[in-house]
């Protein structure tokens, strides 16, 4: 025999032809998916171009129309000017606020979650599923029942109302989230590595800060993100904690919108609510699959 | 039941060629197993043929029909998959009956088939199970009960044997082949097994590169390999090789030895390599190749010897314990007529 | 730590649910005095209605949009990351931003009515968030908007992990792709249903900001769900027992939901390593 055979010489049954790759399906799919992209982006859409306009053309006009004559006014007014309960200082400070609010919380708690979730895969703790539990069960509560504990514990410390407050009350619930992300990856972590370490003579810390910390970057950004994400878009807290000199930037916000007197400024509402939401935003466009790792850690395996 | 053709069928992703050109022709009835090394496109080459995927030249067909283009469910092609893929939220019963559900059969009719095909299989006593409450040899059984239940004229079979471990393995060689015997249907089975290979098909082709090495009969590609690869690919121990040189007179000379093997005069002056079996090394008294021996492989029913030639280093093959020991000193000779001859530039087979 | 102020708390909380507390702590106890005034309460009751409307619609139709859209990202669409992108943005913004943004939208002098008005329908009517019958449907729909997008991804992740081979054998057998996914995908996407439910129930129970942004919890009380109404029973009316009581049902409520979700992750967790 040969290398290769040949083909029989001739072909008895009449080739058939290749069938088109675009059918009616894949159109009305790509139909369907773009009304739902265009359902979704219209009221983003709709917040950036009035944030843009003048008052009177909203008014006059209406809501998806281009502005005809665009102005970062209302963004200026919303940055700086703007009314916010008894002083008119735009959502400035408050966004600065919101800054120094979340960025200790999220080390804080990024750093203690670790730790907790270190501990409680690396090492046979009586009740360790039981704390598992807990922890799990804790980030479902509704925050209303911690409320008037907390404001009576900051009241105590004398932190009631002041950014430091907010700093601790953040830490404290998030503590909770981190500890998942992170027992959740260090319990997928692979023990041969752990048990050769451990042979080799590496003691609590050192296991921890030459091994699995250095090795759980992808978790730590994961945290950091979700971390982030939520205590910048937290409202009830900062409603709950603050006083007008140390609002977050949602409560500024929802104080800047909801003010029932006088003319409502729709263009600069937008605007702040924009201002507001561009930090999330960036990190989500940025982090994008780490968005969604934080997503899907939070909720489930399997 | 149906002759299948497949008539210069090629792949390509983008710019990798995974398929080149591959003809055959399977009587209807016949047992052809696909083999070849991984990546050599033999798992392509069967999604091609189940209609999971489509050639990028070329046609098949089966029977009177050209499924070239055709959905899978319309090629009566059942498929019989390596990690058996049976649907973890149904029975057994519902695994095995839902390729006739597909069909509308009605359901006593349907009830029938999976009573007979479980009997065949002898899982008659887990229908009720789920796939994940099964073991490996029973979850195969199950992929292969689905794949019978809709009689189909073509059976395809990739790897089925691969995940089972190794005592099971041979034991469902058997009644694969029994199967076989028993249904009458015709058959591709795609294995990188040479064992099985060897064991199971009516005809072998042997697959590298995208490429048909060559498509035979097993004696035949154990006797006559019509290359170095399949040489080398077919046969454990692997075929002793070394490489040699032609005379003016055609004849295959081993390191200044002839070798009484003779070939076309137009290779003379040429490289080739020269081949042999390990059961084709016989030791006597006057033979041509001095050896020393390395290592001793006792089996049970016989031994593989290593040694140390002027050549590098030979295997041969005994029957029971062999007779040696380390260090031993002997002489090999064989037979011309077991010797395979490869032309070292094209490694394609020199000698008839 | 964590231990003391979540269980510490949701005692302390508790207990105070059971004094007679109006605008701070006040430990005397007064029995079961406010869960009675609680229910008494026809606020009290029509937040838990509105609550069970606006879950119901909302963990319904999130599902079903959730579950939709990951069918259809997972089609082998080309720009699938940008859709994705698309439909998981809004979980990026906060509830107060959201709040605002349909707020207006919705509302019937500039919005969504004025536009069609605008347009040429001159008979449209959509003044839904001024209607105190209607409101909660508004709330249902930015609900929705925000986290339809977090379904998605779950289903998607569900459907990424159903063994290809199981799908090929389908074809293979012969059905078809409607059937494919009605007898065998959607099975085995219990687990993307499960969880989806318990975060979107407990997100329903929990829901306070977008409320507050959207209709300020009107108009009128319109649209008080339980989380409001603890919010104003403790820090506006001064009468912190009730507000208490109130917490605590929703804690209930929470755990109904999430107890059997937490024990049976419990149970696949067994404890760590060492």
Known sequence: MSSVTTATATTAVPPSKKPSTLTLDR?????????????????????????????????????????????????????????????????????????????????????????????????????????????????????????????????????????????LVHTIYGIGFGTLFFRNFYAAFPQELVKSARMDGAGFFVLFWRLMLPASLPIVVVNIIWQFTNIWNDFLFGASFSDYSSYPLTVALNNLVSSSTGVKEYNVHFAGAFIAALPTLIVYIVSGKYFVRGLMAGSVKG | MAALTIQNVSKQFGATKVLHQISLDLADGEFLVLVGPSGCGKSTLMNIVAGLEEPSTGQVTLGARDITYLPPDERDVAMVFQSYALYPNMTVAQNIAF????????????????????????????????????SGGQRQRVAIGRALARSPSLFLFDEPLSNLDAKLRVDM?????????????????????????????????????????????????????????????????????????????????????????????????????????????????????????????????????????????????MPGPGDFNLGDRMKLSFAPSKVHVFDKATQLRLNT | MVGVCVYGFIVFTFYLSFTSSTILPNFNLAGTENYERLFSLSTFYSSLQNLGIFSFLYITISM?????????????????????????????????????????????????????????????????????????????????????????????????????????????????????????????LGPSFISSFVILAHMAIKSYDLVI??????????????????????????????????????????????????????????????
């Open chain 1, 27 to 167: 159109v009305w799919l790509y139909a369907i998916l773009l009304l739902f992209a265009f359902l979704f982006l219209m009221p983003i859409y709709v917040m950036v171009i009035n944030s843009i306009k003048p008052l009177d053309e909203i008014r006059a006009g209406n809501l998806v129309a281009l502005p005809l004559a665009p102005t970062l006014e209302p963004w200026v007014q919303a940055w700086s000017q703007a009314q916010i309960g008894v002083q008119a200082t735009g959502l400035k400070p408050y966004f600065l606020n919101s800054f120094l609010m979340v960025i200790p919380a999220v080390l804080i708690s990024t750093a203690l979650g670790a730790l907790n979730g270190y501990v409680l895969t690396q090492f046979k703790i009586k009740g360790g599923t039981l704390i598992f539990g807990l922890v799990l069960f804790s980030v479902f509560i509704p925050f209303q029942i911690v409320l008037i504990p907390m404001a009576k514990l900051l009241g105590e410390l004398g932190m009631a109302g002041t950014v430091k407050g907010l700093i």
């Open chain 2, 99 to 134: 390729p006739l559900e597909m069909r509308k059969v009605p359901k006593a009719d349907r009830v029938a088939a999976v009573k007979k095909v479980s009997g065949m299989l002898q899982i008659d006593h887990l229908l009720d199970r789920k796939p994940r409450a099964l």
């Open chain 2, 173 to 317: 060689r058997a009644e694969l082949k029994k199967l076989h015997m028993r249904t009458g249907v015709t058959t591709i089975y795609v294995t990188h097994d040479q064992v099985e290979a060897m064991t199971l098909g009516t005809r072998i082709a042997v697959l590298k590169d995208g490429l048909i090495q060559q498509l035979a009969t097993p004696m035949e590609l154990y006797e006559r390999p019509s290359n170095l690869f399949v040489a080398e690919f077919i046969g454990s121990p692997s075929i002793n090789t070394a490489d040699a040189t032609v005379d003016a007179s055609g004849t295959v000379v081993l390191n200044g030895v002839s070798t009484g093997v003779t070939i076309d005069t137009a290779h003379a002056g040429k490289p080739v390599i020269f081949g042999i079996r390990p059961e084709d090394l016989i030791v006597v008294d006057d033979g041509a190749i001095d050896a020393t021996v390395t290592l001793l492989e006792p089996t049970g029913a016989e031994s593989y010897i290593l040694v140390d030639t002027a050549f590098g280093e030979f295997t041969l093959r």
């Open chain 3, 64 to 188: 079903l949009l959730g579950m939709t859209l990951a069918i259809l990202i997972d089609q082998r669409i080309r720009a699938e990351s940008i859709f994705r992108s698309i439909f998981l943005y809004p979980m990026a913004l906060s509830f107060i931003v959201t709040g605002t943004a349909w707020k207006w939208l919705l509302d019937p002098s500039i919005g969504l009515e004025r536009t069609m008005h605008l347009l040429g329908f001159e008979d449209f009517v959509f003044d839904w968030i001024k209607d105190g019958e209607m409101a909660i449907y508004t709330v249902v729909i930015a609900a929705v908007w925000q986290t339809s997008g977090f379904v998605m991804a779950l289903f998607l992740a569900g459907l990424r992990g159903i063994d290809n081979e199981v799908l090929n054998a389908a074809r293979v057998d012969g059905a078809k792709s409607w059937r494919i996914y009605t007898r065998i995908i959607i099975p085995q």
């Open chain 3, 213 to 274: 942004a959207l209709t300020g919890g009107g108009p009128g009380r319109a649209t008080w769900l339980p989380s409001v109404f603890m919010y104003q029973y403790t820090f506006t009316r001064n009468e912190m027992a009730v507000g208490a009581a109130s917490a605590v049902i929703m804690l209930v409520g929470i755990a109904i939901v999430v107890i059997p979700y937490v024990r049976r992750e419990m149970r696949l967790n067994k404890g760590g390593h060492a």
